[in-house]
C-alpha cells in the first residue's frame, strides 16, 4: 500500500488518474503504464482499477445504502463467482478446508442479481456508516448526512466492487483522524491479505495513519521525488541534508521539506550554510540513492507474465449484462421518480386547473359548427397542442441536476449511456399518457369535439406522442448544451422555431417559399395535421358551405391544412421517427459529451497580472536564505487595529431536536441529536470542538449561532452574560462555513472588499477599511492571488485550500467578536493548514472568542488549542476542559478511566482520544463516557464556569446597535449592485446567449413578414402580424423567464449565507438583482427594434418606433421579474422551472390572440386585463396600427383598419395611455412580490 504525497498543485490528481486510465483526453500522455505486464490499451483499466474522487457527487434523494447498494449491483454483485469457483479448486487440491463464516461470506457475496447483498451491509459496517444507512444523502438545500460521511460515502460507493487496484484522491477530506486511520487500516488488510494495489493521496495523515503504508511517493512540481519504501524516506533525506525533528509529524516533514519558505528549519548541518534545494537536486540525489537504484533496476527488469496476471485484469467494459445493468437503472430512476412524486402531482394539479380553465374558456355551450367558431376550435385545438409541447421544459431542470453524476459513473463504466436514457424515456412514458390523458378528458368533451369515440382516442394518442416528441427534445437540449440558463434560452428558441413554422401562427400558403420547409420539420406541425384532420373530417364538419366546400374542408384550406384521412397516420409515423431519432440524439449526447469543466480547477487571472505574478515568483526564487526567513516571519505579524469588544459565549442545558422523516419511518417522533450540552467560549480562548463524523459538531455551531432554520431548539444561549438576540450577535459574530460558499464570478479581493464595505462600521473611514483589507489579505496569505476569479469549485477558479482561506478572510475582516470556523483545516495539506492554524492563533491573540471543529489534526495543529469540547455520536459532551501542556489534562482524564489503553510515547493525542472513545471500545468497556463526564469532578467545575458566566459582566453592557444593520439602506443597495454588477459582466454564456438569443429571433421576425408591415389587405395579413408579434414576444419572454430561474434559485445559498452574517436585509441584495437585469434588458430590446423594425417595415415615425420599443423593453421587463418572483416563492429549480411553465401556459391562453377579447365568454373576461401579455400585445398592434383607417376585407366585408381592431380585438388607441402605464406596472408589481418573499421565505434547511 503506497501514500502519495505533494503540495497543492504538484500534479497528483492527474497522476492518480492517469495510472487509473482516467485523465483527461486533451492531455499528451508519453512514457508507457502497464498492470501486471499489459499495455493499458490491450486491457479495460477503468474497470481492472477504481478513481476515487476527492468530490463528492452522489443524488441527494437517494440513501445512503441505496447509493452502494446501485454500486453494487453496477459493478458486479455476483462477478466474484468464476473467482469462488477457482478459489474452490484449489482449496480442494490443497486439501485446505476453509473457515465456515468466511465461506458463507464469500458464497453470499458471489449470488447474481440482488438487489442488496451483504457486501453493502459490510461495507457499511467498516466505514461507520451503517448508523445513517437510510438517511438521504441531501445537499446544500435540504437536511442530509454529514460532509464526513459523505467522503465516507464516496469511498464506499468503489470499495463495494469486485476492484482489486484503487487509486484514492484525498479520501481523508472530512474525516476525523479515527475514522481515517479505520478505513486506512482496512485498505492496508485488503492489500496484504488479497494482494490489492493501492495508492492514496492524503492530506495530513497522522503519524499512525502514515505508519500504515509500505511505499511512499512523494511529488513535487509534477515529478516524482522519492519513490520506495517507507522506511528509507527518512534516511534519504538525511542523506540530502534534512532531519525531521523529534515530535513532527514525518508526512508534515515531507510536505514542509519541499516548500521553499520551511525547508530552512530542517537542515541539520549547521556548521554550513543552507541553500535553496530545488525539486530537481531532490530527484538527481535520489537517482543515486539506494532506493532509487533499487527502483530503476525494477524498471528496467523483463516482466514475466503468468496466466493469474492476465485473470486480475478486466477486458470486459461493464461487469455484467446490459440487460442486469439496464435493470438497475431502471430500478433506481423508478426509486427517484417516486421520490419526486409531489413535483409530478404539483404537475397533475396544475394541468387539471389548467383543463377547467380551458373548458370554461371553450365551453361547448358557446361554440357552434360554422366556418367563424371553427377558428375558435382550432385555436383550441393548438393551444392545446403548445402546452403540450411545453409541458416537457422541466425536464431541462431535472436532467441538468443529474448530469454531474451520470458523467461520474459513466466514466467508471457502471453502465453504458443508453442504460441511462432508455429508462429515462420509459418512466416518462406512464406521466405522458397521465398528462394526455387528463387533459384530452377534460378537454375533448367539456369542448364539445367530435363525439365518435375513435376520434378521441385518435387525439388522446397523437398528443401523447407530442408530449414524448417534447420531452425527449427538452432532454437532449439539456445534455448539449449542460449550461442550465443557456440551455433554457436554447429552449424556448426551439419553442419559438416550431411554433412559427407549425402553420398556425403563419399559415402555410402565407409563409416565404425559402422557409417552407420548416413546416415539415416541425412536430408541432405534423401533429396539428393530425388533430386537425382528426376533427374537421368527421361527420359533424361535412355540411356544405355557400361556396360549394363542406365546413370541415373550408376551415382546414385557410390555414393550409387541406389534407385527407391518411394524413392523420403519416403525422403519428412521423412523430414515432422524432421520437426515436430524439431519444437517439439524447444517448449520443450522453455517450459523447465531456462533463462541464474537465480538467483540473485553476485560478483565473488577467495576462497581465499572471506576468507579473511570474516575474515576483522568479524574483522570490532567487532570494537568500535569511531574506526568505525574514519574509516568513512578516506573515506572522499582526496589527488587529480596529477596535471591538470581547465578548463571552455561554450555553446550559442545550437541546436539539428535528422530526423523523417521514418516508423512512422511524417510530420514534423526534431525533435528539444535542443532548444536555453545556460550556463556554471565551475571550483569547482557542477552542476545538471534536468528535467522529456524525457527533453533532456542526448542529451544535449552527444551533449556538442561530443558523438552524427547522427543528426544536432548548436551553439558554447567553452572550457576555445576556441573552442572544441574533440580530445583534449577527453584527459580532463570524461563521466560516464548512462548505465554502462564494460568488464564483468576483475576484478574492472584491469577496473580502464586499464583506468588508457592508460588515464594518459606516463611522470607519474608507481609507482605513482598505488598509485593513490589504492586512487581513496578507494575513491569510491571499495577497499573491487577489486578482484570480473564485470560480466554481472542482470546475476553475482557486484550489481547495485557497478558498477555505477566502472564507475565513470574509469573516475575519468583518473585526468579529466571536468566530467559528467549521473544519477549517479540511481539504488542506499539512503546510496549508499549518498557515491556516497560524493564522487562527494570531485571530486569537487579540482576544477574540474563536472556536473551531476539527476532524484529524496534527500534534502540533492539536496542541494549539487551549480547550477542547469532545462529542460522541448522539449529540452528548464526553470532555470539556484544558488541553495542558502536551494534552497533558485530556490525557490524564482519559487514562484515569477503567479500561482505557495508556497513550504510547509520541503518539498523537487527539488520535489516541479519538481512538479509546469511539463507540466501539465504549460498547467493549460496557460504559457510557458521557455518564461518566456528567459525574466527574470536571463537569462539577464546568457548571460551575457557566453559571459564573450567565451573569452578566461587570462594566459590560448588553450588545445593542442604533442601527439593525452596519450601513445604511442606501450604501447596502450600491454595495449588493456593485457585486451583481461585476457577477453579471463576467457571466458571458448567461447574457451574451440572451442577446445572441434577440438578435437571432428579431432575423427570424423580420424574414418571415420581411416588408410586409404597411402591406395590410386583408384580415389574414393582419392576422399574420399580430401572431407572429405575439410569438416572438412571447418566446422572447419566456426565454428570459425561464433563464433567470436557475440564476436566482443558485444564488440562494450566497443569500442565506450574506443574510445570517447580518451584511444587509434581503432587500438590498434583491433591488440590486432587479436592477442589474435593466441594462441588459435594455439592450435586447434594441437588438429587437433595430433588426425587426425596418424588416417588417414597419410605420417610420418616432411615435410608432418609441412605442414599439416601449412596449418591448417593459415586456421583456415584465417576463424576466415574473421568473424571478416565481423562483422566489420555490423551493428548487425543478419546482421553479415547473410554475414557470404553467405561468407561461397562463400567460399565452389569455394573452388576446387564440381569443380575442369580445370572444371570451364573461366570467374570464377580468383575468385577461391582469394578464400583462394582452397589454403588450394591445400595445404593440395598437400603436402601429389603432390610427390607420385604411380599409380592408375582413370576414368577407369592407372595414377600416381601425373599425375592424376595435370590433375583433377590442382595442381602441385612446387606450394607450392606460397601456403604457399598466406595461410599467407590471414590471414593478413582480419585481416587489420577488423582493418581498427573498426575505420571508427561506428554503434551506439545516
Known sequence: MTLLLGLPGCGKTTFLQTLAGKHDPSLKVSGEISYNGYKLSEFVPQKTSAYINQYDLHISDMAVRETIDFSARCQGIGSRADILKELSRREKFLGIIPEPDLNTYMKAISVEGLKRTLQTDYILKILGLDSCGDTIVGDAMSRGISGGEKKRLTIGEMMVGPTIAFFMDEISTGLDSSTTFQIVTCLQQLAHVIGATILISLLQPTPETFDLFDDIILMDEGKIVYNGPKSDVQEFFEYCGFKCPPRKGLADFLLEVLSQKDQAQYWFHRDQPHSYVSTDKFIAAFKEFHAGQRLNEELYAPFKIA?????????????????????????????????????????????????????????????????????????????????????????????????GIFYKQRDLYFYPAWAYSIPSAILRIPFSFLDTFIWTSLIYFGVGYSPEPERFFRQLFIQFLLHQVGTSIFRLIAVVIQTPPVAAIFCQ????????????????????????????????????????????????????????ETLGHRALLKRGLNFNKSSYWISVSTL??????????????????????????????????????????????????????????????????????????????????????????????????????????????????????GAGKTTLMDVLSGRKTGGYIEGDIRVGGYPKVREAYARVFGYCEQTDVHSPQITVKE??????????????????????????????????????????????????????????????VSNPSIIFMDEPTTGLDARAAAVVMR?????????????????????????????????????????????????????????????????????????????????????????????????????????????????????????????????????????????????????????????????VSSLLYGALLWNKGQKVDKDQDLFNIMGSVYVFTISIGASNLLSILPIVTSQRTIIYRERFAGMYPSKAHSLAQVIIEIPYIF???????????????????????SWYFYDIFCTLLNYKYMGMAIASLSSTYQMASICGSFCITVVNLFSGFLIPQPMLPKWWVWFYWIIPTSWTLRGLITSQYGDINREIIAFGKRKTITAFLKSHYGFKHEDLLLTAILLLAYPIFFASVFTYFTAKLNFQRR
Not at 625 to 648: I, S
Not at 980 to 991: E, F, G, K
Open 576 to 693: 414515432i421517427g422524432m421520437w426515436v431519432l430524439a431519444n437517439i440524439g439524447f444517448t449520443l449526447a450522453l455517450s459523447y459529451s465531456k462533463p462541464p469543466g474537465t480538467g483540473r480547477s485553476r485560478a483565473i487571472v488577467s495576462h497581465k497580472r499572471f506576468s507579473y505574478l511570474k516575474r515576483k515568483e522568479d524574483l522570490s526564487n532567487s532570494m537568500q536564505d535569511d531574506q526568505l526567513q525574514g519574509a516568513h516571519t512578516t506573515t506572522e505579524v499582526t496589527r488587529m487595529v480596529l477596535p471591538f469588544v470581547p465578548v463571552t459565549l455561554s450555553f446550559d442545558n442545550v437541546h436539539y431536536f428535528v422530526d423523523t422523516p417521514k418516508k423512512f419511518q422511524v417510530p420514534n417522533k423526534k431525533l435528539h441529536l444535542l443532548q444536555d450540552i453545556s460550556g463556554a467560549f471565551r475571550p483569547g480562548v482557542l477552542t476545538a470542538l471534536m468528535g467522529s463524523s
Open 839 to 999: 493564522v487562527v492563533k494570531n485571530i486569537v491573540s487579540t482576544k477574540r472568542t474563536v472556536v473551531c471543529t476539527i476532524h484529524q489534526p496534527s500534534i502540533d495543529i492539536f496542541e494549539a488549542f487551549n480547550e477542547i469540547i469532545l462529542m460522541k455520536r448522539g449529540g452528548q459532551i464526553i470532555y470539556f476542559g484544558e488541553l495542558g501542556q502536551n494534552s497533558c489534562n485530556l490525557i490524564e482524564y482519559f487514562e484515569g478511566i477503567q479500561g482505557v489503553s495508556k497513550i504510547k510515547e509520541n503518539y498523537n493525542p487527539a488520535t489516541w482520544m479519538l481512538e479509546v472513545t469511539n463507540p466501539f471500545v465504549e460498547a467493549e468497556l460496557g460504559v457510557d463516557f458521557a455518564h461518566l463526564y456528567k459525574e466527574s469532578h470536571l463537569y462539577q467545575r464546568n457548571k460551575k464556569l457557566v453559571n459564573e458566566l450567565r451573569a452578566p459582566t461587570q462594566g459590560l453592557e448588553e450588545l445593542h446597535f442604533t442601527t439593525h444593520f452596519s450601513q445604511n439602506r442606501w450604501e447596502q443597495f450600491k454595495t449588493c449592485l456593485w457585486k451583481q454588477h461585476l457577477s453579471y459582466w463576467r457571466n458571458p454564456t448567461y447574457n451574451l446567449g440572451r442577446l445572441i438569443l434577440a438578435m
Open 307 to 403: 496466466e493469474d496476471h492476465k485473470n486480475a485484469l478486466s477486458f470486459n467494459i461493464y461487469s455484467f449484462e446490459k440487460w442486469e445493468l439496464f435493470k438497475a437503472c431502471l430500478t433506481r430512476e423508478w426509486l427517484l421518480t417516486k421520490r419526486n412524486s409531489f413535483l409530478y402531482m404539483f404537475r397533475s394539479a396544475q394541468l387539471v386547473s389548467l383543463s377547467l380553465i380551458v373548458v370554461t374558456l371553450f365551453i361547448r355551450t358557446q361554440m357552434k359548427i360554422d366556418e367563424f367558431h371553427a377558428r375558435k376550435y382550432m385555436a383550441c385545438l393548438f393551444f392545446g397542442l403548445l402546452r403540450i409541447l411545453t409541458s416537457g421544459v422541466p425536464e431541462l431542470a431535472l436532467t441538468s441536476s443529474r448530469l
Open 751 to 812: 469577496s473580502v472588499m464586499y464583506s468588508a464595505w457592508l460588515r464594518l462600521p459606516a463611522e470607519i473611514p474608507k481609507h482605513i477599511r482598505l488598509e485593513f483589507m490589504k492586512e487581513v489579505l496578507q494575513l491569510i496569505e491571499l495577497d499573491e492571488i487577489k486578482d484570480a476569479l473564485v470560480g466554481t469549485c472542482g470546475v476553475s477558479g482557486i484550489s481547495t485550500e485557497q478558498r477555505k482561506r477566502l472564507t475565513i478572510a470574509v469573516e475575519l
Open 493 to 548: 428558441f426551439t419553442v419559438m422555431a416550431t411554433l412559427l413554422s407549425s402553420g398556425f401562427i403563419v399559415p402555410l400558403p402565407s409563409m416565404p417559399s425559402w422557409i417552407k420547409w420548416c413546416f415539415w420539420i416541425s412536430p408541432l406541425s405534423h401533429t396539428d395535421i393530425g388533430i386537425s384532420v382528426n376533427e374537421f373530417l368527421s361527420p359533424r364538419w361535412q355540411k356544405v358551405s355557400s361556396l360549394n
Open 1083 to 1105: 439592450l435586447e430590446a434594441t437588438l429587437f427594434l433595430i433588426i425587426s423594425y425596418p424588416a417588417v417595415n414597419l410605420y417610420e415615425s418616432t411615435y410608432k418606433v
